[in-house]
């Protein structure tokens, strides 16, 4: 059926032009602008240090998971711990929770009784009971911790442990860098990860293992590919690279994994069958390209944003077919640059937020102006 018409009167004939509805009902790329005063000024004198990893949850609220052991001396001077013995700061609490106008609600977290606490805080996801999950890629980080919202420790899955590599072993960690909840399905997907190379799934209410894949949809394996070599490198790898560091889950029920050092997003079915890969900016050596992604704001998820923390920059990639149709971004201090962009994470109205490592340590608010 023809949706729309133009009538071509040339030459005395009639002609008619069909314009395909898919093209009509195409969403443009979105655009976004940064919010220079978000968030606000935390209290208690304290500071951030690298963001390990950012959450939204049903409320709106935007979760940030930091890592108060990254700070230097001179950054906590205030701090009993540092030789300066001056005003500012302090570190702040691991978990920290913010309102989308920038205001602190909540935090806590750290070493307690009866669970172990990540060595480097990595990866945090909110579940829609409120539930806080968070895992860890220190040397012998092996394990994801489950927590009420207010920091009640509730299940812990997995153990540190100084075990070498083995992405066969279902009952431990490799050092997890990304979680996501299917809520309806009752699973956990980590992206394993800094020493594993999988994407592994558990059932969320009783931390029983269900099923892993690798690169491909492989069964994963930890040999040691070797250097990157960008674009052209070849053989292209049959396995994940590490870190395996983000695993999404789309409207349309698909996996997007991010398999960083190999500047590819792969993607599956939710039970592991390789579907297709999208190439970002091959050329980048490591540490890579694809260090997280979230969907657009529209229905469909037509877009995928994808955060490239050695470029320093967002892609705008079209979901159907990976083809690269923005990028905003630049390496930088200023506000609205990026240096070490390391989370990406978006809220009900489509407004980005960002996380920064090595020495950015920040986090920054986009705000969507135009499209989805």
Known sequence: ????????????????????????AQVAPPQYKVDPYWPKELPNN??????????????????????????????????????RHAMCCLPAPPVLEFDTEGNLLKSWGGPGAGYDWPGVEHGIYVDKAGNVWIGGN??????????????????????????????????????????????????????????????????????????????????????????????????????????VHCTHVSVDGLVYVCDRSNDRVQIFTKQGKFLKEFFVHPETLEPGTVCDIVFSH?????????????????????????????????????????HAIHQLVSDSYGNLYEGEVETGKRVQKFVLVSGK
């Open 298 to 338: 529209d229905p469909g998820q037509e877009y995928i944003l994808v955060a490239d923390d050695t470029d320093n920059v967002i892609w705008t990639l079209r979901r159907s077919d990976g083809t690269v149709v923005g990028m905003f971004g630049h390496n930088g201090r200023n506000v609205g640059q990026f």
């Open 138 to 243: 220190g040397p012998n980080d092996r394990q994801v911790l489950k927590f009420t919202n207010d920091g009640k420790f509730l299940k812990q899955l997995g153990h540190p442990s100084k075990e070498s590599v083995n992405s066969a072993d279902t009952t431990i960690l490799g050092r997890p860098a990304g979680l996501e909840i299917d809520e309806a399905a009752h699973e956990l997907y980590i992206s394993d990860g800094y020493m594993n190379k999988r994407v592994i799934v558990y059932d969320t209410d009783t931390l029983a293992f269900k099923r892993m894949w690798g690169a491909y949809g492989n069964v994963p394996n930890d040999a040691d590919p070797g250097p990157y070599k960008g674009k052209g490198n070849a053989p292209i790898d049959q396995q994940f690279r590490s870190p």
């Open 46 to 83: 304290w500071i951030v240090g690298q963001i390990g990893g950012m959450s939204v949850d049903s409320q709106n609220h935007i979760w940030v998971l930091q890592r108060p052991g990254s700070n230097t001396p001179d950054e906590i001077s205030a701090d009993p711990s540092s030789p």
């Open 1 to 24: 059926m023809i949706s729309r018409t133009a009538v071509l009167l040339a030459a005395g004939c009639l002609s008619l032009i069909a314009v395909s509805p898919f093209a009509l």
